[in-house]
């Protein structure tokens, strides 16, 4: 009996801790939970809005990933709700974008066309949201919705977000399904894309570039995933886009010898280049390998790996104008002309590049930079050739005439 006290404050605390628990859930989600579930793994169907969901997500940020299974468990009228009716201070939340496209998606993979015919007759963002879902799902049923959506909101501008969904969708589905786009939409659903980024496992590149080989500036980095998967194959469709294209960049080769050189292998892309660049049907292919080196493709890759794997004395040179570069830090042009064979070619190169960067009107500031940079490689260098100092008082001089 002395021990009644304690054993009734036990039950008190635990009788207290489960109804402030439950109070908890029935704020976190806007109504009371049923008594048997965990609101967080069975939420409720009713009374449940985003506003609930994004307040779960901030009070569970852990779980905030099993958010796309939460808004799975909603009715389709509650879909519904969430795309028609957010507040305004919803809409200022960085994550908003984020929950109502995938409301959107979940929306359109349960109703198919029905929710385009209902987005259509509300205001405009809910029938951008699900015709973006719709057209990366099913292209030919959202085109002429889309069509339709264009000749009354007037955003003609908008067509590019559309295509990039098809796009994503359908490269995720396969090259077929990329070739089948195309019967869909034309080759105007290329106009302002970005280029590809992901594809599947199995993904058919042959497929792919046997259709779209006029449009390999938005398909690089898919040639780039080739090269590294089947580079014979990949280098067979170069050679066939070079015949076609006549050009080394319309061909696929810097994208090519990107994919080979990915993960310290440098050297080995620019021995395949040396050894079996005379097999593509047009002239000079190393004259663009600069661009290896250049802002968008170099920062990770090595101009001294580069210089080791290239035989021809030229293509070496070629390689350096991608880094001789006034707005890049002079030590990255650096690394890869100590790789050059000696002081002359070194010298050369220099000179060779101010020339061709000084030529026709540039501003006093531009030149006195450019002059700045050029002197700099060549103090940092420390190169003792013959015509070094020459080319230090042209630089000089050239700088000062402007």
């Not at 990366?136 to 002429?144: G, L, N, Q, R």
């Not at 869909?184 to 497929?207: Q, S, T, Y």
């Not at 500036?217 to 040639?223: D, G, K, P, T, Y």
């Not at 076609?244 to 010898?257: C, E, K, M, P, V």
Request: charged share 25%; hydrophobic share 40%; net charge neutral.
């Amino acid at each position: 009996m002395k021990n009644l006290p304690i054993i009734l404050l036990v039950i008190c605390g635990m009788a207290a801790g489960l109804f402030f628990g439950d109070y908890a859930r029935i704020r976190m989600y806007g109504r009371k939970a049923a008594s048997n579930s965990n609101p967080i793994l069975a939420a409720p169907r009713k009374g449940y809005d985003l506003d609930s969901l994004l307040e779960w997500k901030s009070l569970d940020p852990a779980g905030g990933s099993e958010i796309v299974d939460e808004i799975k468990r909603l009715d389709s009228n509650a879909l519904q709700n969430l795309l028609a009716g957010p507040n305004e201070e919803l809409k200022l939340r960085s994550d908003f974008p984020l929950f109502t496209r995938e409301v959107a998606a979940e929306l359109y993979r349960r109703e198919g066309e029905g929710c385009l015919q209902w987005a259509a007759m509300r205001n405009y963002e809910p029938s951008r949201l699900l015709l973006l879902a719709a057209v990366k799902e099913s292209p030919e049923i959202a085109k002429p919705w889309i069509e339709r959506y264009q000749k009354a909101v007037g955003r003609e501008w908008e067509k590019g977000a559309f295509y990039r969904a098809a796009i994503d969708g359908a490269s995720n589905r396969g090259a077929k399904d990329l070739v089948k786009l195309k019967d869909v939409f034309g080759e105007e659903m290329w106009n302002g894309v970005a280029p590809i980024v992901r594809v599947r496992e199995d993904f058919d590149f042959a497929l792919f570039y046997s259709q779209f080989f006029t449009l390999n500036v938005r398909s690089q980095l898919i040639m780039s995933r080739w090269a590294r998967s089947d580079p014979e194959a990949a280098w067979q469709m170069v050679g066939k886009l070079a015949a076609i294209t006549g050009n080394a960049r319309t061909s696929g080769l810097l994208s090519f010898l990107e994919g080979m050189a990915l993960g310290g292998n440098e050297k080995a892309a620019a021995c395949w280049f040396s050894e079996r660049a005379h097999e593509l049907p047009i002239p000079n292919p190393g004259r663009d390998l600069g661009e290896l080196l250049r802002c968008s493709r170099g920062m990770t890759l090595s101009a001294t790996r580069w210089m080791e794997g290239l035989k021809d004395p030229k293509d070496r040179l070629n390689l350096m104008e991608g880094v001789i570069n006034p707005v890049e830090n002079p030590l990255i042009a650096v690394e890869g002309l100590r790789a050059l064979d000696s002081d002359k070619d070194r010298v050369w190169i220099v000179g060779y590049n101010f020339a061709r960067m000084s030529r026709g009107f540039v501003s006093p500031d531009h030149s006195a930079n450019l002059s700045r940079y050029f002197l700099r490689l060549l103090e940092m260098l420390d190169v003792s050739a013959e015509g070094a100092d020459r080319l230090k008082d042209y630089i000089r001089e050239n700088a000062g005439e402007r």
